[in-house]
């Protein structure tokens, strides 16, 4: 806290890390002598940098552009980019401290890094989302590679952008280093499935929750948040898998379709023309609008918490459990708060943490990084399977977790625990670095 005021949503992930792993600590007194926890809450680099660019108007616009080097004790840095006017250092260091674990639990070998600009995407040309990519990264590109650090997409950073970066470091590096982005386009590098990837992961992970318990997602109401990339593939798995999602929302409301969203409809809107979810109502007979308002009002069996951090809180839980929730994963990094994650695992529901249940994109990202190391390309149906292995991996890996320190069942203890031991034993292994 002393060393890092004001960072709010850092320590809010350090905190929930941490207080967890006590009957971790009591077991490994090494990681303690190792001075591991002091050494982990660093940052092995941070770069912050201005990132100046010409608008429509020719009026020149300034942002601040970031990356996280946080652990690169298994692997290269590895880590979105978030273009979002909330995006700060607070927000970076919490993402990338929480992909730390995320990573090392995917059992791939890749560190954990994240990074961002405070830029906001909305409303702004393919022109000017080109120029601010361009400037991004003539300042980034000193900073990564594919054995170094290697970024991907997060809010506000999908497949446009990624393109643009790439084109950009291309050019500035006289080489065709495929791997130093992924969820590149399909083209030209990209591995299939990178896109679906986050959303249908977690939805995989919920299956292997539900199953344990002898339950699955057949005829069930999954109440989904978001509308972007991660909630559109957790609303496409659902209902391929016998379920129906009944919502989708952005930060000005939600939609609400008994009959199941339509994920065509949802794509033309929110892929193709960038558009708002409020005209999901406006072209679907028989669904509705509600402005402001939380989407965990809408009674369901499952939530997918699929937008940003702390999006559920104390009454969204309350809402939840009312609705007769069962089980939430989420697919969002942290949108549930500390309270929040509290209430709803004392009341008996299956709770699975980002860190598990959204690890599915990074572990599709790891799959690009081998396609473009050994110039490789495998198809839709192969690469799916090797992502419903890896969520069956990373739910086994921290289920047994839970278990072996004590509290089977307790995702949020069993995942931190998981990935913390596979770090925390890289880390001794390789001395004070
Ligand atoms: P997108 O930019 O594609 O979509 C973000 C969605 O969340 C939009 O519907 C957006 O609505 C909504 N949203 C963003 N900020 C807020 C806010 N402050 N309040 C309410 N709604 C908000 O991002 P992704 O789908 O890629 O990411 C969503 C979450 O999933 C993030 O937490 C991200 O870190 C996490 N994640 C993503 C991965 C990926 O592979 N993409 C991998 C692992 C985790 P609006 O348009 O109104 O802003």
Redesign the pocket.
């Known amino acids: 806290e002393r060393r890092n005021p004001n960072e709010t949503e850092f320590l809010q992930a350090v905190h929930e890390v941490l207080d967890t792993l006590t009957p971790v600590l009591a077991e490994h007194p090494e990681f303690i002598e190792g001075d591991v926890l002091d050494r982990l809450v660093e940052p092995e680099r941070l770069v912050m940098f201005r990132v100046p660019w010409v608008d429509d108007e020719n009026r020149v616009r300034v942002n601040r552009g970031y990356r996280v080097q946080f652990n690169s004790a298994l692997g290269p840095f590895k880590g ?1 980019l ?1 273009f ?1 006017p ?1 995006v700060n250092l607070s927000v970076v260091k919490f ?1 990338g401290f929480e992909q730390i674990f995320k990573n090392a639990l995917t059992g791939q070998r890749i560190g954990g890094g994240k990074g961002g600009a405070d830029f906001d995407p ?1 409303g702004r040309s393919d022109h000017e989302v080109m120029r601010f990519c361009q400037s991004y990264m003539t300042e980034l590109y000193r900073y990564i590679g594919s054995q170094t650090d290697v970024p ?7 497949g446009r952008e990624i393109g643009y970066l790439f084109g950009q470091y291309r050019r500035l590096t006289n080489g065709h280093e495929s791997g130093v982005l992924t ?1 590149k386009g399909t083209g030209w590098g990209g591995a299939e499935v990178r896109t679906q ?2 959303g249908y992961g977690a939805v995989f992970f919920a299956q292997e929750m539900l199953a344990r318990t002898g339950d699955g997602l057949e005829g069930r109401r999954a109440i989904v ?7 559109i593939y957790v609303i496409e798995k659902v209902s391929q898998s016998g379920g129906r999602a009944i919502t989708a ?4 409301g939600y939609v609400v379709d008994e009959q199941g969203i339509d994920v065509e409809l949802l794509k033309q809107i ?1 892929e193709v023309e960038r558009g ?2 409020s005209e999901y109502a406006e072209r679907r007979p028989g669904s509705r609008y509600v402005a402001g308002g939380a989407v965990w009002e809408v009674p369901g069996d499952l939530a997918f918490p ?4 702390n ?1 559920l809180g104390l009454e969204g839980a309350r809402s939840l459990l009312d609705g007769g929730v069962r089980a939430v994963a989420e ?5 549930t708060t500390p309270e929040a994650v509290a209430l709803l695992q004392q009341s008996g529901v299956l709770f699975a943490p ?1 860190k598990a249940a ?1 690890a599915g ?2 572990a599709t990202s790891a799959l690009e990084m081998s396609q473009n190391a050994s110039r490789d390309r495998w198809d839709f149906a192969q690469s799916e399977e090797r992502l419903q292995r890896i969520m069956r991996d990373v739910h086994a890996a921290s289920y047994d977790a839970s278990e072996r320190y004590g509290r089977p069942g307790d995702y949020v203890l069993g995942a931190n625990a998981a990935g913390f031991v596979t770090v925390a034993r890289a880390m001794l292994d390789q001395g004070v670095v």
């Open positions: 979105g978030r979002h909330s993402l909305r991907a997409g997060d809010i506000g950073v999908g969820g990837a986050t948040s978001g509308s972007g990339n991660v909630a929302s952005d930060s000005s929110k708002r979810i699929c937008a940003t951090q999006e697919g969002a990094n942290m949108p980002g959204n994109g990074v």
